[in-house]
């Protein structure tokens, strides 16, 4: 019984880190259509801020969400503005350029973390790093207890966001139907610049979670993304309820998967529940709601 | 289409022009020898320690006179850690830069897919990392290995293990690929020679967060020993979640590779004290030189070296005396040399014999270390250790419980 | 159209004699990994620029092929070369199973459930060790020494594929997969079975990739999962060798192979040794500058976009030429155009 609650604990605390990354990607697809390939490497730039305060400025980790948030607040809405929204008005035979343009952006900005820090694997490690506590004989991770409680308040602001700010309400009029935001008088190019700041600190926040219990290197977007777009899917495109439990679930079922079935095949849970998802569920848990 | 057509001629007319241009190498001043390893990946810091090495031994070399009075170059090669462009690099040092031999070969597979290319051209190919024991099993005459094949890493464990540890139950938790698949298997039949009960074994993909699942079901498997083999990242954070889950066999023992790293100890903290793990060298050794290397490397580049650095510097010495002792340099007769090759090196007596399936395979005895303070102290043979190992371990006092 | 038969003539001399002409085995290998990615960008190109189903999954066709090859070899013990005959023929089968499962999907859902599809490929390949070896991959012996037959194996499989996909596109089939690309409803409306078309068009693609894949078990004696199903690179690749040369192109993708391999290995090796080292290290960096730079002044890449590049580099502007401003603004072209 112990191992089984000891999996479920696991799988549930690293399922709100994934939650955080799932709901930027969400955001994103679900007002843009974007699928953003680079979603993993904005977490990786987060976390190498992260790495610099603390290795520069010894600031904490948890601190320093408030300086990677906006940061990456920030560079989404450049790559956006600069980057992606000029796509826009390219008429071309593919509407898939976007994507590819996040794939481009991914390597640029790995191969440029590459360039100032080199390949070498960083940690931040911290006093309360490996620091655990005891339920019923279940192991808590203590950064990983507060990251969970942390991607549930983060959740509730964005909800919150969403649903009682004007700006809010403007993105999810988006997310909706363009054409009838842009009649309502919604700017859509602005929307969109912010939507992609968005869904950036919202995994820029996941990334500062992470650094404690994880490390750091290049190439550490990549699985994320991977991640992300299940999350995304599995939840349904566009709700951020949906990324929630979607990043739960996945949480779960890889930490089960990795008991039950065996660690090698932890990856493969994921996207065996993806395809299925995609496939018999196209709208995500989202349809199984009203939310 | 006009479009394409043009533009495909530009493109080759450019590529002929290159060829052309960058024709035949310029003639033979220095020696060149190719050495591929992995400079850019996630294999890179390791092939940078080896690549600071064959620059050490490089420069001391050619110093001391070279190669029979002539200049001997490394040209080493990035092959960025992936099998096909390993074998691309190998083929662009032998057939563009005519190099007389390879050397270097860090990852299995690519070493695996390199060895392939310079067998099929008959060009001596000397291996100082790549372990995996199929590498040498072929009857592949133009290649030769100097460090121990992955089946023999554990080799020093067996006397500590029969006549220290003793323990009756095992796991084995090993990364998915080449490296750790063979690993495991090897420990696996050494623990049968010794008599040792093998409760489980689990591959895993590198690179992943939480192994809490598969530690879980060690913990509830309560063996003596727990045998992992790992990179660096996944070992500290496999000693870490260990140390959360309280999960306390009677010994962690790692089968080198990352365990032997000071980036282990520097990541992994207090959960990496105490633990023992296999290695293929250690400075302590009275091999002659070996102390002088680690602090040559050190006052060079300002940071520990480790056994794969010995390897490449070792290596670098043993390509230095095989091309001197050649009779011209063709590639038989490199080989051949290499084949006669009996010298003492910081890593450890290097003399290519047959034994079992294997062929120009040099064979060493391992060692034992382990973590006390944060330091790697070697600690069997306990004839060569200055060090007494610690065990038993009360893990959970080590730990801060 | 006397001087493009005589453009043609001189680039199938030159192509063909290439290999005698330059004896460096190092720009042959090149030049034969231009010539597969050819084939590979080419097959895209079928499903995705013409028949608008993009896919990022084609390593699994590729992957499919190659193993095939490699199996029969290593495990049967016949010779890899009959992976070249049935490469092709197991990656459709394996295409046909992908587009039952993701065709039904539509746009990005698509383009996820095939990067899935693929990685989960990729994954069964580590993990069914006693088909595949696992990550210790299959390691053959080459059968020839030199590279000269593999060379012209390469070139004639890039001419096939030309030919072929430049007679399909010419053909009613051509039509209807343009028409399914562009609005997929409307084609079904005027009677089109849109379902076979997506499946014609997947198996002929996934029939090339997969010999490109035997192809390369053969030529380069060694494959591994993370090798030949690779999602960066492999699909990417061949979605970018498609977007740089020119989607919905016979010539793009063949144009995009050249310039793609040609630049990679300019950068790795600091071009060719003539660079300082550190310019090989950012081989990576000059790729993904390229790809951003592509996507955002030539969308349609270098064939689609030839006219905006020779303005550019020309500066004498053809003024009201009906065909250069319809492609510039990125319509598609008509099936009849090469």
């Not at chain 1, 509407?95 to 590819?100: E, G, R, T, Y």
Request: contains cysteine.
């Amino acid at each position: 019984m112990t191992v089984f609650l000891q999996t479920l604990v696991s799988g549930l605390l690293i399922g709100g880190i994934y939650a955080l990354i799932g709901m930027g990607m969400t955001l994103i697809m679900g007002v843009m259509g974007i699928i953003n390939l680079a979603h993993g490497q904005l977490m990786m730039v987060a976390m190498y801020i992260t790495y610099a305060a603390y290795t520069f400025f010894h600031l904490d980790p948890y601190l320093a969400l408030f300086v990677a948030m906006p940061g990456l607040f920030l560079l989404g809405c450049a790559i956006q503005k600069y980057l992606l929204n000029p796509l826009m008005d390219v008429e071309t035979i593919i509407p898939q350029n976007q994507v590819l343009m996040t794939v481009g952006i991914a390597i640029v900005l790995t191969e440029i973390a590459r360039f100032i820090f080199s390949s070498t694997y960083l940690s931040v490690r911290t006093g309360y790093s490996t620091k655990v506590f005891f339920l019923g004989g279940v192991s808590f991770n203590w950064p990983m207890t507060i990251a969970f409680l942390l991607a549930v308040a983060l959740t509730v602001a964005l909800f919150w966001f969403l649903l009682k700010t004007d700006l809010g309400r403007s993105i999810r009029a988006v997310a909706q139907d363009k054409e009838a935001a842009i009649l309502m008088g919604v700017n859509s190019r602005r929307i969109t610049i912010i939507t992609y700041g968005l869904g950036a600190g919202l995994v820029a926040a996941a990334g500062c979670l992470l650094i404690p219990i994880f490390y750091l290197f290049p190439d550490i977007g990549r699985p994320f993304t991977t991640k992300a777009f299940v999350i995304t899917i599995l939840g349904g495109m566009g709700s951020t309820v949906g990324a929630i439990f979607g990043g739960l679930t996945l949480g779960i079922a890889e930490s089960l998967g990795a008991t039950y079935i065996g660690m090698s095949y932890k990856e493969m849970v994921g996207l065996i529940i993806f395809l299925t998802v995609l496939i018999f569920l196209p709208g995500g848990l989202k349809r199984l709601t009203k939310v | 289409m006009r479009k394409g057509l043009a533009g495909i001629t530009l493109i080759l007319t450019g590529l002929v022009m290159c060829a052309f241009l960058m024709g035949p190498a310029l003639a033979q001043e220095t020696l060149k020898v190719g050495i591929v390893l992995p400079l850019t990946g996630d294999q890179a810091k390791f092939g940078e320690i080896e690549k600071q090495s064959f620059d050490l031994a490089l420069e001391e070399i050619n110093a001391a006179g070279g190669v029979n009075g002539k200049k001997l170059e490394f040209l080493i090669e990035d092959d960025t850690g992936r099998p096909e462009i390993g074998r691309s690099v190998a083929e662009k040092l032998i057939t563009k830069d005519q190099v007389v031999m390879l050397g270097g070969g860090y990852a299995s597979s690519t070493t695996y897919a390199v060895a392939g290319v310079a067998q099929q051209n008959r060009v001596p190919f000397l291996i100082n990392t790549g372990s995996a024991d199929d590498i040498t099993e072929k009857k592949w005459d133009y290649i030769f290995r100097i460090n121990p094949p992955v089946s023999e890493y554990a080799s020093g464990l067996e006397t500590f293990l029969a006549e220290v540890v003793k323990p009756q139950s095992a796991v084995i938790l090993h990364e998915n690929t080449l490296f750790g698949t063979k690993g495991a298997e090897a420990f696996k039949k050494d623990c049968e020679k010794l008599g040792i009960k093998v409760l489980m074994t689990e591959g895993y993909e590198a690179g992943g967060i939480d192994f809490k699942p598969v530690l879980i079901k060690v913990k509830q498997a309560n063996p003596d020993i727990i045998y992992m083999i790992s990179y660096v990242m996944d070992a500290s954070l496999l000693m870490r979640q260990s140390r959360e889950l309280k999960l306390a066999p009677k010994l962690f023992i790692g089968g080198a590779a990352g365990f032997t790293l000071p980036e282990f100890a520097k990541n992994a903290g207090a959960a990496a004290e105490n633990v023992v793990s296999a290695t293929l060298w250690h400075q302590v050794l009275p091999l002659p030189g070996s102390m002088e290397y680690f602090d040559k490397f050190k006052k060079k580049y300002n940071k520990d070296t480790d056994y794969h650095g010995a390897e490449a510097y070792a290596a670098a010495y043993v390509i230095a005396d095989a091309l001197k002792r050649a009779k011209s340099l063709k590639a038989d007769d490199i080989k051949q040399s290499l084949k006669e090759t009996d010298l003492m090196t910081v890593f450890g007596p290097v003399k290519f014999i047959s034994y079992g399936k294997k062929t120009n395979q040099n064979k060493l005895t391992t060692y034992v270390v382990q973590w006390q303070d944060g330091k790697m102290q070697l600690i069997w043979p306990a004839n060569l250790s200055k060090v007494k190992y610690v065990y038993p371990v009360d893990w959970l006092k080590v730990w801060g419980y | 159209m006397k001087r493009n038969q005589i453009i043609n003539a001189v680039l199938a001399l030159v192509f063909l004699l290439f290999p005698l002409a330059v004896t460096s085995d190092y720009y042959r290998h090149l030049a034969i990994l231009a010539l597969m990615w050819v084939v590979i960008g080419g097959s895209w190109n079928l499903l995705a620029g013409y028949t608008g189903q993009i896919s990022f999954g084609h390593a699994i066709f590729f992957g499919t092929g190659a193993y095939a090859a490699g199996i029969l070899a290593d495990k049967l013990g016949l010779s890899a070369w009959w992976g070249l005959a049935l490469g092709g023929p197991a990656a459709v089968l394996m295409g046909l199973v992908i587009g039952f499962i993701c065709f039904r999907l539509r746009g990005p859902y698509f383009a996820l459930a095939t990067i899935a599809a693929g990685e989960i490929c990729r994954l069964i390949a580590v993990n069914w060790e006693s088909m595949t070896n696992g990550m210790v991959g299959i390691l053959l012996i080459q059968s020839f020494r030199s590279k000269v037959p593999y060379y012209y194996l390469a070139l004639a499989l890039a001419g096939a594929s030309l030919l072929v996909f430049s007679l399909v596109m010419k053909s009613k089939w051509g039509f209807y997969f343009v028409s399914i690309r562009e609005d997929q409803d409307a084609a079904e409306s005027l009677g089109i079975n849109a379902s076979l078309y997506k499946n014609l068009s997947l198996a002929i693609s996934a029939f090339f990739t997969g010999t490109a894949g035997a192809f390369y078990m053969n030529y380069m004696a060694f494959i591994d999962p993370e090798v030949v199903f690779s999602l960066p690179y492999i699909s990417i690749m061949a979605i970018l060798v498609a977007i740089i040369g020119g989607v919905a192109t016979i010539w793009g993708p063949a144009v995009g192979a050249f310039i793609m391999v040609g630049i990679q290995e300019t950068f790795r090796s600091a071009i060719f040794g003539l660079a300082p080292k550190w310019v090989s290290q950012s081989h990576a960096l000059v790729f993904g500058l390229i790809v951003i730079f592509v996507i955002l002044y030539l969308a349609n890449g270098v064939v689609g976009d030839w006219p905006k590049i020779k303005r550019l580099l020309v500066r004498s502007p053809k003024t009201g030429d009906a065909t250069w401003l319809s492609l510039k603004r990125g319509k598609s072209e008509r099936p009849s155009e090469g």
